[in-house]
């Protein structure tokens, strides 16, 4: 990608050793936290965004458009503003009123729709045919997976160019999973890790919200679309128990916001 289109980058977040390891994990794996609450605006969305927009400014979009749960409008928000491109955000009205604010702020014009996300992205997909704006909705095209792969990229620079055993990692779209794989893929074709071993992932999903979870205990290959409930996402605790890890296991959890910040309702 040309440089010229790369408007803001993404930062490296820290990986620390998280203070609950051990005693608090019946497995006792070591855990390491990744904070993407780091990044310029506040959540991994970013990673995502400044690649997606950066491509599409490069092919000439003349406005970008997305559906959000709220961190992807902010990012998109921010990003197009760097970018100099108008931004159309859909969300639903019950999304956190800070990521409706920050995109606001960085200009970008919200829409607030009753419904769902799946909901904000009809609408979506309206106003991009209306306008004739680029719809940058999560895996309708490869650039935010190609952001998002620097997780993976980044963790296994900082852990010397080996993967941990295991990443547990919250779960909505996909991107973030499916591009974190992409790059250990990738990472193994080059022969830049030292082991051929790739990491087990667990992914966690809102109790409220929950299709994949689902699928996987009822040994399904498709996941059938979530009746409409209220999310909620204190999930984390809940895999440490059913013996996904085994003792002694190096695992990386994943904060993919800044929102979440006592850690202490993640060791119950
Ligand atoms: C804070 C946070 N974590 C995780 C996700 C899931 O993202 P994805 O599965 O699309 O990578 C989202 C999506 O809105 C999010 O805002």
């Avoid at 993404?10 to 855990?31: G, I, T, V, W």
């Avoid at 503003?81 to 990521?99: E, F, G, H, I, S």
């Avoid at 547990?168 to 051929?196: C, D, R």
Wanted: charged share 20%.
């Amino acid at each position: 990608m040309n440089a010229r289109y790369s408007y803001l980058s993404h930062l490296q977040c820290s990986l620390c050793q998280h203070p609950y390891n051990a005693d608090q994990l019946e497995s006792k794996a070591r855990l390491l936290v990744k904070d993407e609450g780091q990044n310029p605006t506040g959540s991994f969305k970013a990673r995502g965004m400044a690649t997606a927009v950066s491509r599409a400014l490069e092919l000439g979009a003349r406005g970008v458009v997305t559906p959000t749960a709220g961190n992807a409008g902010a990012a998109l928000a921010a990003y197009a503003a760097r970018a100099r491109l108008p931004a159309y955000v859909v969300v639903p009205q019950d999304a956190p009123d800070t990521c409706i604010q920050q995109a606001r702020l960085y200009g970008a014009e919200v829409e607030l729709i009753p419904g769902l996300i799946s909901d904000a992205g009809q609408v979506s997909a309206e106003v991009s045919r209306q306008r004739g704006w680029f719809n940058i909705s999560t895996l309708r095209e490869p650039y935010r997976v190609e952001g998002k792969k620097t997780m993976g990229l980044e963790l296994a620079e900082q852990l010397g160019w080996r993967l941990p055993d295991a990443i547990i990692y919250p779960i909505g779209g996909g991107t973030g999973i499916v591009g974190m794989w992409k790059a250990f893929a990738e990472l193994h074709q080059l022969g830049w890790l030292t082991s051929n071993r790739l990491p087990k992932m667990i992914i966690v999903q809102a109790e409220g919200c929950a299709p994949l979870v689902r699928a996987f205990h009822e040994g399904l290959e498709e996941a059938e679309p979530w009746p409409a409930q209220k999310a909620h996402t204190k999930a984390a605790g809940l895999l440490l128990k059913i013996h996904f890890l085994e003792p002694g296991d190096e695992t990386v959890l994943f904060f993919t916001s800044s929102g979440l910040t006592d850690l202490g309702n993640y060791s119950q």
